[in-house]
């Protein structure tokens, strides 16, 4: 059965999270907003709830709604890829009275693979993406430069361009249209998104005070202040997300397993896998 998303019928999550992060609703402001974003930061990207949750209800119910997308980070530490991030803000924002509205983006890897939110505030649309982990809105104008992200309107496309920078670079990550997506699209992307070649793999990130930290299967990425390493390590992916990440390592090892699972199960239903894995 097909569910409707509407992100009004989840203001639980919205009570919830503020009593976790003590929020108080006050006025509509961008610093107000500012403040809950840098709390919701503390929930990571992280693929291994959405590839449990497909290999427990694999035909279907397998969507993480924003109460246990909360209730998960509240209990083990779990947050969530783009599409539950972005649904679990949407609602959470919606208890605070923020109208949002969500917005579709293009990838590298494809059409229609990322998504965010924005906000429209006294005539200024501002930018809120949870899946790249950003801590305060971003105006959506000509052009804006931060100390970590950039984003510029590209007048042959007629979009928006998300770039970030570290180790003195700059790399193109996503473009989109300032133009809402309606619940059945959206729907539709986030059931495919659980057979995109990215689920055939563990994936970790988080940002905070301290710098950023990326984990892709036995990759490990670290930046922040004077700190910069990225190289492969040998050890159990489980006890480098237990480090950095404080996750269970029964929750990363029952991921791998599971993986194993929903890798057959993709193969047998003809969905694309990765050439080193068949």
């Given at each position: ?22 929020i ?19 929930l ?26 909360v ?47 924005v ?7 501002y ?37 970030t ?29 659980f ?84």
């Amino acid at each position: 059965m097909k569910v409707t998303l509407d992100s009004r019928q989840h203001n639980n999550a919205g009570r919830h999270f503020a009593e976790i992060f003590r929020i108080k609703p006050k006025d509509l402001s961008v610093q107000h907003l500012s403040t809950i974003l840098s709390h919701f930061l503390n929930l990571p990207y992280e693929n291994l709830s959405k590839i449990l949750k497909l290999n427990r209800h694999w035909e279907s119910e397998h969507l993480r709604f924003p109460g246990e997308v909360v209730s998960d980070h509240e209990h083990f530490k779990l947050g969530g890829t783009c599409f539950s991030l972005t649904f679990a803000l949407r609602s959470i924002l919606d208890f605070f009275g923020y109208e949002t509205y969500i917005v579709m983006a293009d990838m590298p890897a494809g059409a229609n693979t990322h998504c965010a939110l924005v906000w429209k505030n006294r005539g200024q649309a501002y930018l809120l993406d949870p899946g790249y982990l950003l801590a305060r809105p971003l105006e959506i104008h000509g052009s804006f430069a931060g100390s970590f992200v950039s984003l510029n309107y590209e007048p042959t496309t007629d979009k928006y361009v998300l770039w970030t920078t570290g180790n003195k670079k700059l790399k193109r990550r996503y473009s989109f249209a300032n133009i809402p997506t309606g619940r059945d699209d959206f729907q539709n992307y986030w059931e495919q998104s659980f057979h995109w070649m990215t689920m055939h793999g563990i994936c970790l990130a988080k940002r905070n005070e301290n710098g950023f930290t990326y984990l892709h299967n036995h990759y490990l990425k670290r930046s922040g202040r004077d700190l910069y390493y990225k190289g492969n390590f040998t050890e159990d992916i489980a006890i480098i997300a237990r480090k950095y990440f404080e996750i269970s390592p029964d929750i990363v090892r029952q991921a791998e397993q599971a993986l194993r699972d929903n890798l057959y199960f993709d193969k047998e239903l003809g969905f694309q896998v990765p050439r080193w894995l068949k």
